[in-house]
Nanobody
Framework: QVQLVESGGGLVQAGGSLRLSCAAS????????MGWFRRAPGKERNFLAF????????HYADSVKGRFTISRDNAKNTVSLQMNSLKPEDTAVYYC?????????????????WGQGTQVTVSS
């Protein structure tokens, strides 16, 4: 049974930083691409970043490029999202997700397993 559990959300002031983590279990973690998404209030869940199984390839949405960094530790079965220079518009529920073998990794439908989400609130 595949499980993804996010942690690290919270309240932060604009300009601050947070680091989200996602722990995976139930499969051979290093084989799979991992992604981060978020859902802002009243909006759809949107792609933020993905990282390949080896960690050698990453890709970011334009909205977070240069501010957020995705990384993974295959020895610990974790993927992280370092978020810097946070803005009030980054307020959302953040989700990690795991993709089985897919040609693309930047939409919701490309991912097969999801965490429960963690709330990030950025105050102005």
């Amino acid at each position: 049974q595949v499980q993804l559990v996010e942690s690290g959300g919270g309240l932060v002031q604009a300009g601050g930083s947070l680091r989200l983590s996602c722990a995976a279990s139930g499969l051979t973690f290093r084989r799979y691409t991992m992604g981060w998404f978020r859902r802002a209030p009243g909006k759809e869940r949107n792609f933020l970043a993905f990282i390949s199984g080896s960690g050698g390839s990453t890709h970011y949405a334009d909205s977070v490029k240069g501010r957020f960094t995705i990384s993974r530790d295959n020895a610990k079965n974790t993927v992280s999202l370092q978020m810097n220079s946070l803005k009030p518009e980054d307020t959302a529920v953040y989700y990690c997700a795991l993709a089985l073998d897919r040609p693309y990794y930047n939409t919701n439908r490309d991912y097969d397993y999801w965490g429960q989400g963690t709330q990030v609130t950025v105050s102005s």
